[in-house]
């Protein structure tokens, strides 16, 4: 792996191997609290104003992981693995490792068969002086609570399950759910989830190290809510033409939101980029 953007004069051919864990987690931390973006030591980015102005409020950083092919695909046949690589899933082992809560859509925790965060000992000493738990909490965004609440998810979590539903969800599919072991937060007064509901409603139980992995509609509605502030995107060198979602999927914004580039890394052809909301 190298380091492509942006480039010092500590930046050599050497920089082309495999990076560890721990290179990884620091090329991939999360801005500190009342800093100006970037990584801990990183600093001054035109346009990244404080965390805490720029976020859910509180300190809350929000990032999305998410692999596209070259023509725009988010997936193949249903799945991202197709279009993945060792390295994107090193990194999306990195991202679940500094992050306190992973939000996913319900449909995706189906269609990718998720199971819960496992504690890693390569992250463990980093989580502790962070003040994190052991593992992050997988948090589900689901209006209609239509999950199988059997599945390992919310029956052998090292940290308890999160369903994060809207008011008018059903008072029986809630009871099975808590039932199972999983904690039912409400985020939206209708039957869906508002997202700047659910990133305050996280953020209340201490969870502000935030990563969302999908998928489309969900990626899109908190893009269209205004609280995504920074996507890590792999551009997969794969083609898969047919009809596959894009990464982010939902009505058209008014204006296209603006991003700006904070780092490309790359390996065997995949671009690994971090982008930050302007």
Not at 15 to 29: C, I, K, M
Not at 36 to 50: F, I, L, Q, R, S
Not at 233 to 242: E, R
Request: hydrophobic letters at 40%; aromatic letters at 6%.
């Amino acid at each position: 792996m190298r380091r492509l953007f942006p480039v010092t004069d500590q930046t050599t051919a050497a920089d082309d191997r495999e990076w560890s864990l721990d290179e990884l987690a620091e090329a991939y931390a999360y801005p500190e609290r009342g800093t100006a973006g970037g990584e801990a030591a990183a600093g001054d980015n035109p346009g990244h104003g404080p965390v805490e102005a720029r976020s859910g409020g509180g300190g809350v950083w929000l990032r999305a992981n998410m692999v596209s092919s070259l023509d725009g695909a988010a997936q193949h046949d249903g799945r991202s693995q197709p279009i993945s690589s060792d390295a994107d899933m090193r990194i999306f082992g990195t991202l679940r490792g500094l992050a306190d809560a992973v939000v996913v859509g319900a449909e995706t925790v189906r269609l990718e068969g998720y199971r819960p965060a496992r504690a890693r000992e390569a992250f463990a000493e980093r989580r502790a002086a962070a003040g994190q738990g052991p593992a992050p909490a997988i948090a589900v965004v689901s209006a209609s609570l239509n999950l199988d609440f059997s599945l390992p998810l919310f029956t052998e979590p090292l940290v308890p399950t999160l369903l994060l539903t809207g008011a008018a969800a059903s008072p029986e599919r809630i009871h099975e759910a808590e039932k199972a072991g999983a904690e039912v937060v409400v985020a939206g007064d209708g039957p869906g989830v508002e997202p700047a509901r659910a990133v305050h409603a996280l953020a209340e139980r201490g969870l502000v190290r935030l990563l969302t992995e999908g998928g489309p509609r969900m990626l899109g509605q908190f893009a269209a809510a205004g609280v995504l502030d920074e996507l890590c995107l792999t551009v997969s060198p794969t083609m898969t033409v047919g009809d596959a979602q894009r990464i982010a999927g939902g009505p058209g914004l008014p204006d296209p939101a603006r991003f700006a580039l904070d780092s490309v890394l790359e390996e065997a052809g995949f671009l690994f980029t971090r982008y930050r909301r302007l």
